[in-house]
T-cell receptor, first 109, second 115 residues
Framework: LAKTTQPISMDSYEGQEVNITCSHN???????ITWYQQFPSQGPRFIIQ???TKVTNEVASLFIPADRKSSTLSLPRVSLSDTAVYYC??????????FGKGTRLSVIA | DAGVTQSPTHLIKTRGQQVTLRCSPK?????VSWYQQALGQGPQFIFQ???????QRGNFPDRFSGHQFPNYSSELNVNALLLGDSALYLC??????????????FGPGTRLTVL
């Protein structure tokens, strides 16, 4: 059973900022929050990981409130190439990753 | 620096046959995990290998077995193939140590079709 809940799908126009929120009410103290991106017939690609507050890299930002029961992946100015499935996972280290169905993001021109 | 590699890319087998899939981990990684991804679903954990031993296993039958070699590469074997074994098989590698921030990096996958 997935430890996270995300919207099944989202649509966005090119150039807009996209925010995908993930709920993880039962997150453990040692768990980190990790987001992956997956294109059809390819392996998931690591996007970003965080524990609390805000993390930013060249691809995305991750916002985590103080209670850590949810997190929001923010993709700035999306393009058509950002059309993919995005997975939110919680866990630590080498523990088996438990994937849900993810959020299917469709970017429209 | 090569990432995780998998072979073959695609494979077609018939029911009852056996298949072997291969994975080479990212440089500096010694732990390999295998996942099965059915169409439209998220990946499901099969098992994990470290120091040539199976360390953790998901809810998969004994028809699924694996091996890890001294150079950390790994094989996934599936016996007595069923139609339902058709899926994308993913290999992920990570450094062992149970550090909270360790990340699993995935290979491109092997698409197995069972006819």
């Amino acid at each position: 059973l997935a430890k996270t809940t995300q919207p099944i799908s989202m649509d966005s126009y090119e150039g807009q900022e996209v925010n995908i929120t993930c709920s993880h009410n039962n997150i453990a103290t040692n768990d980190y929050i990790t987001w992956y991106q997956q294109f059809p017939s390819q392996g998931p690609r690591f996007i970003i990981q965080g524990y609390k507050t805000k993390v930013t890299n060249e691809v995305a930002s991750l916002f985590i409130p103080a209670d850590r029961k949810s997190s929001t992946l923010s993709l700035p100015r999306v393009s058509l190439s950002d059309t993919a499935v995005y997975y939110c996972l919680v866990g630590m280290g080498n523990t088996p990753l438990v994937f849900g169905k993810g959020t299917r993001l469709s970017v429209i021109a | 620096d090569a990432g995780v590699t998998q072979s073959p890319t695609h494979l077609i087998k018939t029911r009852g046959q056996q298949v072997t899939l291969r994975c080479s981990p990212k440089s500096g990684h010694d732990t390999v995990s295998w996942y099965q991804q059915a169409l439209g679903q998220g990946p499901q954990f099969i098992f994990q290998y470290y120091e040539e031993e199976e360390r953790q296993r998901g809810n998969f039958p004994d028809r699924f077995s694996g091996h890890q070699f001294p150079n950390y590469s790994s094989e996934l074997n599936v016996n007595a193939l069923l139609l339902g074994d058709s899926a994308l098989y993913l290999c992920a590698s990570s450094p062992f140590g149970d550090r909270s921030t360790d990340t699993q990096y995935f290979g491109p996958g092997t698409r197995l079709t069972v006819l």
